[in-house]
């Protein structure tokens, strides 16, 4: 840094000290505010700036161990243990406890008895075959022994004549004419068939007026009863829609022919039908 000797902005007073850069920069002007005042502070605040940065980043990096003073660790480690000779002692030799024999069980006597074997030709000595007093009092064997002491023998069972069988006899009570089925072994039918049915109901089936105002549409599910001659009665409405379509189905299930009677067992039966007829705007 060169220092010059200025003169003085208010006399012609020679100065007493040597003026720096910043005396220079504002000679002649207000230095008691401003920028000079920041230029005069601007070294020692950033050597404060530096100083104290510096000690923030030296006490980071010691806070593991001003950490481990304050608590330290308390894992514990195992002293080294050293084992002796260990001395691996054999066991005696037990003398081997052999468990006493148990008598044999008494044999039983047998006759020797011919033996069944196909041959080419039958041999000169054909053994007897024994005779059944013979195996009143022994068995049949390959050889003819005596018996050593009493065998127990299994005696036959009784002969019975085996289980009673009791049979029941299945009522079938027949159908009467009020009985009325809900499943049968062949549904009654419309005449002429499904295809029939749906034509019938398209030709006489009318739209109510009140039901087309307010754009009612859906399924009525009309529940009736086919008779034994094909008639059609006990006519409900089993789920409806409304708006005059119920009175519409009943009306035009009146109007349909006889049915084909259903039938159980070969002969015809009263059976509830479910119907359902749409209602639907084109």
Known sequence: MHFLAVRHPFGNQTPSIMANFDDILFAGRPQA???YALRQAYRPTLSRAVLIGSLLFLGTLQLPRLYALVKPDKTQFMDEVILDDVKIE???NDPVVVPPQTQPAPAQATVRNLVPDVVADAPDDVPDVATVDELKEATSGQ?????TGEVEFIEAPEASNGPTVIEH?????????DDVFVSVEQEPQFPGGQAALIGFLQKH???PAEASRVNAQGKVFVNFTVNTDGSIVDASILKGLGFGTDEEALRVLR???RWKPGRQGGRAVRVRYVLPITFALE
Not at 143 to 147: A, P
């Open 205 to 207: 089936l009318h739209y």
């Open 143 to 147: 050889t003819t022994q005596e018996g």
């Open 33 to 35: 505010y401003g920028a």
């Open 169 to 177: 006899a299945l009522e079938v009570t027949p159908p009467t004419k």
């Open 90 to 92: 054999t066991p005696p």
């Open 255 to 257: 109007l349909m022919p």
